[in-house]
């Protein structure tokens, strides 16, 4: 079964602070995916990978960075945390459009 | 540009049979996807069909297909409280990107 993990289930950070959100997938897909889903608005594609050191913005990127320096890893990172960042994080990698999500992580920006 | 639409609540007695219903505008979808995501925890891919398919049947679940009208649903027969969850609808065009559109969700709560 494929597995894709993310660092943490729940993390609180301050404003202003830089937050960093893992992802890892263990089945050597070359694409992986950050959404943010919040109550209402359904799953917004933040940036995707195609490949390492690959990144393309999705729909909503302001505010966020990513890094992909090894295939399995993807991370998403917050330069300076604002509290209209706190929202669900979903990671997702994929094989010919069948997406595989982690767990999430549930963010909130005190 | 793309759209998928999906109505946002379902209410179904434990033991009916339950109907989500989505609509796409993109006629060029080749994948259509139904996702499931329980409280507290990520998507999980239910089942999908492609474009040239009109229905897929895995257990309990059928998917039908209507091309001409973009409608996509899924029946869960002999719903279950374990079915309670959000279900989304997804479509992709397929290519090297298999990006997916999703819809909002649809939370279905199955009464005992």
């Known amino acids: 079964d494929v597995k894709v993990t993310q660092s943490s289930r729940y993390l609180v950070k301050r404003t202003g602070e830089k937050v960093f959100l893992e992802c890892v997938q263990d089945m050597d897909h070359e694409n992986m995916f950050w959404y943010r889903q919040d109550p209402g608005l359904g799953l917004r594609l933040i940036y995707f990978s195609y490949d390492v050191k690959m990144k393309e913005k999705g729909d909503i990127p302001e505010g966020y960075s990513v890094s992909r320096e090894k295939k399995e890893r993807f991370s998403l990172i917050l330069e300076s945390a604002s509290t209209n960042q706190t929202s669900m994080y979903l990671c997702?990698?994929?094989?010919?459009?069948?997406?595989?999500f982690g767990p999430g992580t549930r963010l909130t920006v005190t | 540009g793309e759209d998928v639409e999906q109505s946002l609540f379902l209410s179904v007695r434990e033991g009916d049979s339950s109907v989500i219903n989505c609509t796409y505008t993109?006629?060029?979808?080749?994948?259509l996807y139904w996702y499931k995501q329980e409280p507290g925890a990520g998507l999980q891919l239910l089942t999908y069909i492609f474009s040239n398919m009109d229905m897929k049947q895995d257990q309990r679940l059928t998917v039908l297909l209507n091309k001409k009208d973009k409608h996509l649903s899924l029946r869960i027969a002999d719903t279950q409280t374990g079915d309670s969850a959000i279900y989304f609808c997804?479509?992709?065009?397929?290519?090297?990107?298999?990006?997916?559109?999703f819809g909002r969700g649809t939370s279905l709560i199955v009464h005992p």
């Open positions: 997702a990698s994929s094989f010919r459009g069948e997406q595989y």
């Open positions: 993109d006629s060029s979808s080749t994948y």
């Open positions: 997804a479509e992709s065009m397929g290519g090297g990107s298999y990006i997916p559109t």
